[in-house]
DNA sequence: TTGGTCACGTA
DNA sequence: CGTACGTGACCAAG
């Protein structure tokens, strides 16, 4: 349509180091063994970039080798720098070759770096009339070559989301021009190139300097006339800042020996492109390569450029009704997916999909009629997807709005086959299930609400709510090749349910105990500070292991404790040896602070946290714990201090709520024990069990060969110890340390222990040896953990690896059995139309909130769904509860 | 402002 | 050289 003409220039070593860190280098790597996360995040990006912007030329630029006539200049440039690791560097050449299938020029120049060939196009192609240039680089060296005609996309967060360097945006950053940016770069430094600045001199400073004297060489001529430490430490370090320049400066005329012809966008090399993918088995991305850099197929793709999908409508406008029945009425009705937008603007966008159409409403603009239809949907029987769908919730249900029917939720899929991956945000799943990007396209330019609801915005919540429907069918297949579709629909989905009403009840507190605790801790922390003081006769900072090490390693020469991968350990057991050693008066009152401190930072938290409501809200993390357990954060409920006085305090602070009668805490009794017990078919330890017999007594009269009663409180702690130590892979030497006797002792006694209770030795060697074989552990309900690291040639990781499959069977069933005993207990009362709650969840108790006259009742029910969640060859034993307060409830 | 380290609370 | 978590302080990077 016109001869505009458009260059991408690319520094394809700074955007391929991006891309090495932004992707999990484990998910990226052929069945060789090949290392590929950068070159797969690399195409990406570029593809991307070329969908969107649509240059008519394209160069990518890469350093050669580490010496440019730089590092000659400053032997130190770059010194601090890391070498590449192996895995990156392996993939350079990698890079040139999908660059070379996709016929798209790269560059290099020895002596010179990426940036200098950057510069150099640039600023030959301004002269020769290019329109447009758009340079991606993650060096911010470059901004000085933005111009009006000249952008810089900057990586912000991994590569797909670039901030867009015009001339006003690096203003806006920096606070100067961007013809003064590297000298503004010079005054301050850049420690990634091992370039120190003027010590005190921020961006800030620097900004205001330049504007202040009309830039760098007048504020040199004029050093003397800057007042201040930082006018004194420029002075001093003008050395620095002039050579900084004279480094940042980026060289613009070298000669490449390229013309622009032979940099034009041109049809790919298809069978070369067949080749390279094959070997990379990159499959999704070679077909955007042909829907983006195909001359067969642009015509017909211009206008969809990298998706498989149409977007068939996205309006505003009002089309729920005929939506609906389009898709989620018929007779082959299709799931609907959900997606709401970031509660960051004041438009809130919702939208709706099947896996070929979209529709995106305006929930704050939505005519009556619609937000009834829509309002009787989401708490109607039709099927329903999201991701994270108790977060959907929670955000729909401030709106108004009920969901329910959910019948699959994308993160939680995610999370049963991986559940090792912390996170399994959306972004993530469209990359890797779909290959395909639906982030927001730049999420910083947004500054206005107005931008961040902008068409564009409204397009990534439309494709982010098609990637979910895509993504059901995917996982959907996953999840039943794993064997773990009855977990997500039996277990995950209703807990995930009645997680949403825990957390939105809350549990009430006391503000007065609270408030009153505090005080008492405060003047306790400042009584313990002033002791510590006055024993070492200054003042430091009691909460800095550094400064803790200087006065007792150094000043007071006590003996080194455990070191730590940065000097000595403080922590408390070595703190308390020391004590014991040398009865120094300081040592009880640091400890006696760090005691303090912490219970009084945990009321602190507490206090802050709690809602108008006088409730605290706090968040269970379902897709998180590797083993299958529930996590909590803000704030964590599930590590309120239980064992000293003081930490029992707090627990009486949180309290029976307003129109109930009492709080009740249900917990299971060695319930990890007993899943031993189970799982190994132990003979001895299913008698203790059965007989109801005290376990750790029973155990230490077997292990020592005496009569139950005969059994003295050391031979009970010893066993107990070993006993909850087994089920972590304990060691003799661990053992042996924590009972504080010699690691022989210890090995006879975990010897004792197994001649007694074999069963669990070969119970627990054939855990690992199964896992070794297939990969993964096993719950009893048949949730998985893969543990690749159990034939890792690293022994550290092999024998972590090997003490986690010991545990995830073990902690993993416990977890899955009272997810069963929650799903049962809410059932059942709900069936029987009782007003008592579940308020809590912490790994083997729960904490109930008990409505006036059903406390008989709720007892028996729950003491009957607990005991009955799973069915193992030992009695699962169930302890009550029952107080105004968590600890009077607790046991 | 971020990320790593240390320390410490729970099951 | 015992598993699984989350939080907060400090401190050195950014």
Not at 150 to 164: A, D, E
Not at 308 to 327: P, V
Not at 492 to 506: A, H, K, N
Not at 851 to 875: F, I, S, T
């Amino acid at each position: 349509m016109s001869d505009m003409r458009r260059l991408l220039l690319i520094d394809g070593h700074s955007m391929a180091f991006r891309a090495f860190y932004a992707l999990p280098v484990d998910n990226f790597a052929t069945s060789t063994g090949q290392h590929t996360n950068a070159v797969h995040g690399f195409t990406s990006m570029l593809l991307k970039l070329i969908a969107e912007e649509k240059p008519t030329h394209v160069a990518v630029a890469f350093d050669v080798g580490s010496e440019t006539f730089r590092t000659r200049e400053y032997s130190d440039y770059k010194g601090t720098r890391d070498k590449a690791p192996e895995e990156f560097a392996s993939q350079i050449p990698l890079i040139k070759e999908v660059l070379d299938a996709l016929r798209i020029r790269h560059l290099e120049a020895p002596d010179f770096e990426a940036d200098d060939i950057v510069a150099t196009l640039k600023t030959s192609a301004e002269d020769s009339g290019f329109d447009d240039v758009l340079i991606c680089s993650g060096d911010r060296d470059t901004l000085q070559l933005v111009t009006d005609t000249t952008t810089v996309l900057y990586p912000t967060k991994g590569v797909s989301v670039l901030k867009r360097f015009t001339p006003g945006a690096v203003e806006e950053k920096y606070g100067v021009p961007p013809a003064r940016y590297p000298e503004l770069a010079a005054l301050v430094g850049e420690t990634s190139d091992n370039l120190p600045g003027v010590p005190g001199v921020g961006p800030k400073t620097a900004a205001k300097w330049i504007g202040q004297y009309d830039g760098l060489d007048n504020v040199i001529a004029r050093a003397d006339e800057i007042g201040g430490k930082a006018g004194q430490s420029f002075r001093d370090n003008l050395e620095n800042v002039l050579r900084n320049r004279k480094l940042n400066h980026l060289l613009a005329d070298m000669d490449l020996g390229v013309g622009f012809d032979e940099l034009i966008v041109e049809p790919v090399d298809r069978e070369a492109v067949h080749t390279v993918f094959d070997a990379l088995e990159f499959n999704t991305l070679r077909d955007r390569v042909f829907a983006t850099l195909d001359a067969d197929a642009s015509a017909s793709a211009s206008d969809k450029p990298d998706l498989s999908f149409d977007i068939a409508s996205w309006s505003d406008d009002g089309d729920l009704a005929a939506f609906l029945q389009t898709h989620a009425e018929d007779e082959n009705a299709q799931r609907i997916a959900l997606a709401i937008s970031e509660g960051a603007t004041d438009v809130d966008r919702f939208a709706l999909a099947t896996r070929s159409h979209a529709l995106v409403l305006n929930l704050s603009a939505l005519p009556e009629g619609e937000d009834a239809v829509l309002s009787a949907f989401l708490s109607g029987p039709a099927p329903k997807i999201a991701h994270d769908a108790k977060q959907l919730w929670h955000r729909l249900r401030a709106l108004g709005y009920e969901l329910d029917s959910v019948v699959f939720d994308t993160d939680i899929a995610a999370y049963l086959i991986h559940p090792d991956q912390r996170r399994h945000s959306l972004i993530d799943l469209a990359q890797r299930y779909l290959d395909r990007d639906v982030a927001a396209s730049d999420a910083e330019s947004g500054q206005l609400a107005f931008e961040l609801d902008s068409d564009a915005a409204i397009d990534t919540l439309a494709q982010q709510a098609l990637a979910i429907a895509e993504l059901e069918v995917q996982l959907t297949g996953e999840l039943e090749d794993r064997a773990l579709s009855h977990l997500m629909t039996k277990l995950e989905l209703p807990v995930q349910r009645i997680l949403q009403d825990m957390e939105s009840t809350g549990i009430a507190v006391s503000a007065t105990v609270f408030n009153e605790l505090f005080d008492e801790l405060d003047a306790d922390v400042k009584q313990a500070a002033a002791d510590a003081y006055a024993a070492i006769g200054e003042e430091i900072n009691l909460s800095s292991p550094k400064q803790l090490q200087r006065v007792l390693f150094e000043d007071l020469q006590m003996p080194k404790t455990k070191r730590t991968k940065t000097g000595w350990t403080t922590d408390a057991e070595a703190l308390s040896d020391l004590f014991d050693k040398t009865g120094h008066p300081f040592l009880a009152a640091l400890l006696a602070h760090r005691d303090r401190i912490k219970l009084r930072q945990i009321v602190e938290t507490l206090r802050s946290a709690t809602a108008d409501d006088g409730r605290i809200h706090t968040t269970f993390q379902q897709t998180v714990a590797a083993t299958g357990r529930l996590s909590s954060t803000d704030p964590n409920l599930q590590n309120i201090p239980a064992r000293s006085e003081a930490g029992l305090r707090i627990r009486e602070a949180f309290v029976v709520g307003e129109g109930f009668e009492t709080l009740m805490t249900v917990d299971y009794s060695q319930i990890e024990m007993r899943i031993m017990a189970h799982l190994s078919g132990d003979a001895g330890l299913i008698e203790a069990f059965r007989k109801g017999e005290d376990l750790h007594n029973f155990v230490g009269a077997r292990v020592f060969d005496v009569a139950i009663d005969e059994v003295t409180p050391q031979m009970r702690s010893r066993v107990k110890a070993m006993s909850y130590g087994l089920a972590y892979g304990l060691s003799s030497f661990g053992l042996s340390r924590q009972l504080g006797i010699e690691v022989g002792e210890a090995k006879s006694l975990m010897d004792e222990y197994f001649d007694r209770f074999g069963r669990v030795r070969d119970y627990l060697r054939t855990v690992v040896e199964q896992a070794r074989r297939t990969g993964f552990t096993e719950t009893m309900f048949g949730r998985r953990r893969y543990l690749p690291d159990l034939t890792s040639d690293n022994r550290q990781r092999r024998e972590m690896a090997e003490r986690a499959a010991l545990n995830a069977p073990i902690q993993g069933s416990a977890a899955d059995i009272i997810k069963v005993a929650m799903i049962s207990i809410d059932d059942a009362l709900t069936q029987t139309g009782l007003a008592s709650r579940m308020l809590l969840q912490v790994h083997d108790e729960l904490v109930l909130e008990i409505a006036p006259g059903e406390l008989e009742q709720v007892e028996a029910l729950v003491r009957e769904h607990m005991a009955g969640a799973a069915k193992l060859n030992v009695p699962l034993d169930v302890s009550v509860g029952v107080g105004e307060s968590w600890r009077a409830a607790g046991h």
